[in-house]
């Protein structure tokens, strides 16, 4: 095939892609629209990327005449399969999204069309998405979704109702907003709203049960402990739904980091108990390839051993004790640590004769010996013969410790 010769000043300064949308910012630099959009608004940076210049404006000048040598150019080369860039429609401003946003709520039955050209406004550009933020349509959105929660408890309201999908839609827009951070904080504040989301989880469709869990997550990240406490139990009851469906890949970790958020405060691990959530994570990680999925489910485990609920449910499941002993030197380094973690606090605080006979029995007394030997962190060595120690008298002799590992067992 023959080498496109592209003219330097055709191409981004960012990316060294063909710029589509010349635009110029006020150091007289022209960048890709995309490509300065995305600099200035999703990775937050205030200056221009070839001068190192403080932008004191955003405002981004459309290069026409660049453009259009542009076009010129992609026009004599189209022989060399070279397609015309169309000529871009202008971005949006906030007057437009504020005019929008009244008109669904002027007239409700225009309310489905004005979210779906709002959403399709989201999805353009990075701008754009500054622009509808700024234009208080996080707040709007998060209106339409208490509106769909209220009425799933006056009425039962069909998955194909004009509600449901305009509470599907604004979630999609929520979700595609990466909403900032100081609306994600307005958000967690509002009680309500945090309700209207768990009933979304509990009556919801797939997408919308997994934009509503994403939307939790980011606004635990951001919330202050005092919010994080008063969560009620009925959310991680729908989180452990969340999990055993396997929604999605995305929303399934969201889940787990949304736990992790949630359980080190408050009375928030026995919530997560009574939820069911020990049990769904056990009877994942029996399946579980991804090693960031594994490495945040012993992670969740760990923080619910740390109650004596937490640690009788996890010995209730059959396959809790040997499935955690499994994964010590099969995953990762942080996957080991977690797993030595739980059984530390099982050893310390639930080692009845029945619970240390069992972990002889299924390797995870052998793995400790193992951990003792290969290269793994100091933590987790000392952990690993801090529980050696502590039940030496029963284990040392066991004849379910190969030979070879008795060798590094450590001495009382």
């Known amino acids: 095939m023959e080498e496109i010769d592209v003219p330097t000043h055709f191409l981004c300064p960012i990316s060294l892609q063909l710029m589509r949308d010349p635009v110029t910012v006020s150091t007289g630099i022209t960048y890709d629209r995309e490509n300065i959009e995305r600099w200035l608004f999703s990775c937050n940076n205030n200056t221009c990327p070839v001068t190192k210049q403080v932008l004191l404006e955003t405002d981004l000048t459309p290069n026409h005449t660049l453009r259009r040598l542009i076009q010129s150019w992609c026009t004599l080369n189209s022989s060399l399969?070279?397609?015309?860039?169309?000529?871009?429609?202008?971005?949006?401003?906030?007057?437009?999204?504020?005019?929008i946003i009244d008109d669904a709520k002027k007239f409700p039955r225009t309310q489905l069309k004005c979210l779906r050209k709002l959403r399709s406004i989201t999805l353009q550009s990075e701008r754009n998405k500054t622009c509808i933020e700024a234009a208080g349509a996080v707040e709007f959105l998060a209106a339409i979704i208490r509106s769909y929660a209220s009425s799933l408890i006056e009425v039962d309201i069909d998955d194909g109702s004009d509600v449901a999908k305009?509470?599907?839609?604004?979630?999609?827009?929520?979700?595609?907003?990466?909403?900032?951070?100081?609306?994600?904080?307005?958000?967690?504040?509002?009680?309500?709203?945090?309700?209207?989301?768990?009933?979304?989880?509990?009556?919801?469709?797939?997408?919308?049960r997994?934009?509503?869990?994403?939307?939790?997550?980011?606004?635990?990240?951001?919330?202050?402990?005092?919010q994080l406490v008063s969560v009620k139990p009925e959310l991680?009851?729908?989180?452990?739904?969340?999990?055993?469906?396997?929604?999605?890949?995305?929303?399934?970790?969201?889940?787990?980091k949304l736990l992790l958020e949630l359980c080190p405060w408050g009375r928030n691990r026995i919530k997560s108990v009574d939820g069911g959530v020990v049990s769904v994570l056990i009877d994942l990680l029996l399946d579980v390839t991804d090693k960031r999925a594994c490495e945040l489910i012993l992670n969740v485990l760990d923080q619910l051993c740390r109650c004596a609920e937490g640690r009788a449910e996890f010995l209730n499941h059959g396959a809790g004790v040997a499935i955690v002993s499994k994964k010590i030197l099969r995953v990762s380094h942080v996957a080991s640590d977690r797993a030595v973690r739980i059984l530390i606090s099982i050893c310390k605080f639930s080692a009845t004769a029945r619970v240390l006979q069992e972990m002889l029995q299924v390797g995870a007394v052998a793995k400790l010996c193992l951990v003792l030997q290969v290269d793994t962190s100091l933590k987790t060595k000392e952990r690993a013969k801090e529980m050696l120690k502590l039940h030496s008298r029963l284990w040392r002799a066991s004849s379910c410790i190969p030979p070879h590992l008795l060798s590094s067992y450590p001495s009382s």
Request: overall charge negative.
């Open 81 to 99: 399969g070279i397609e015309r860039i169309p000529t871009p429609k202008p971005p949006v401003d906030k007057t437009q999204i504020v005019k």
């Open 166 to 208: 305009a509470s599907d839609e604004a979630l999609s827009i929520l979700y595609h907003l990466n909403v900032s951070e100081n609306y994600l904080k307005n958000l967690i504040n509002n009680e309500e709203f945090v309700d209207s989301l768990v009933q979304v989880l509990k009556h919801g469709n797939y997408q919308s």
């Open 210 to 226: 997994a934009y509503s869990t994403i939307l939790l997550m980011s606004m635990c990240q951001v919330a202050d402990p005092i």
């Open 236 to 256: 991680f009851i729908e989180i452990a739904y969340v999990l055993s469906d396997q929604i999605s890949q995305q929303a399934f970790k969201a889940a787990l």
